[in-house]
């Protein structure tokens, strides 16, 4: 059971560039979220997902589109790159529909910089 | 908005000694409370959790009780190993759930030495 699953786990970006952060659970959970974590912030969330082809903002959302195609997957993509977005990315997921029932499941992160 | 404040270290201790890691929230009603640890190198894991007032989550040798009265979910451990160094966020999840997942505090960097 490999749980959530995160590539790339190291990314370095030019100011500007695009790219895509993959992230896919095998544990058929609805909900999705992304974090970013940046020193003396904690997890700050981006955006989330309650299940195939439903998305919301969060805290951060500033930058980043998502879309859920399938339950498994939710991609995190970076339009135009800046370097306020360089930062440690979490994906996280949840097997019910209430984040407070139980525990969320952790991706080992993707660790962004860009230039 | 719902927040979560807690020490943020890092804390360095001898091995075997006790730990206290403050943790105070802000929310409504009664959220669920949460302490996720992360191992370098690591995703976060939950450590434990209480879900009401009273409550106390237990892992591993730690502990921590949900106090309605001072808003508090203070993390402690009686004897800690080299092995316990990590980074520990706070967390609560809204009252009735909510889709909008975790709020974390800013994490407190624990140092372990022997």
């Known amino acids: 059971n490999a749980g959530v699953t995160q590539t790339p786990k190291f990314q370095v970006l030019k100011t500007g560039q695009s790219m895509t952060l993959q992230c896919a659970q095998d544990?058929?959970?609805?909900?999705m979220s992304w974090y970013r974590q940046d020193p003396g912030m904690g997890l700050r969330l981006i955006h989330y997902?309650?299940?195939?082809?439903?998305?919301d903002q969060g805290e951060v959302p500033n930058g980043y589109n998502v879309s859920r195609s399938t339950t498994e997957d939710f991609p995190l993509r970076l339009l135009s790159a800046a370097p306020s977005q360089t930062s440690v990315y979490f994906c996280?997921?949840?097997?019910?529909?209430?984040?407070?029932?139980?525990?969320?499941?952790f991706g080992q992160g993707t660790r962004l910089t860009v230039v | 908005g719902d927040s979560v404040t807690q020490m943020e270290g890092p804390v360095t201790l001898s091995e075997e000694a006790f730990l206290t890691i403050n943790c105070t929230y802000t929310?409504?009603?009664?959220?669920?409370l949460f302490w996720y640890v992360q191992y370098p190198g690591e995703g976060l894991q939950l450590l434990l959790k209480?879900?009401?007032?009273?409550d106390k989550g237990s892992n591993k040798g730690f502990e921590a009780t949900y106090r309605k009265e001072t808003t508090s979910f203070h993390l402690e451990k009686g004897s800690v190993q080299v092995s316990d160094s990590a980074v520990y966020f706070c967390?609560?999840?809204?009252?009735?759930?909510?889709?909008?997942?975790?709020?974390f505090g800013k994490g407190t960097h624990l140092i372990i030495q022997p």
């Open positions: 996280a997921s949840s097997p019910e529909g209430v984040w407070g029932s139980t525990e969320a499941f």
């Open positions: 544990m058929n959970h609805e909900y």
């Open positions: 997902s309650v299940g195939a082809g439903i998305t």
């Open positions: 929310a409504t009603g009664y959220p669920s």
């Open positions: 209480a879900t009401k007032a009273d």
């Open positions: 967390a609560l999840a809204r009252a009735g759930g909510g889709a909008d997942g975790l709020t």
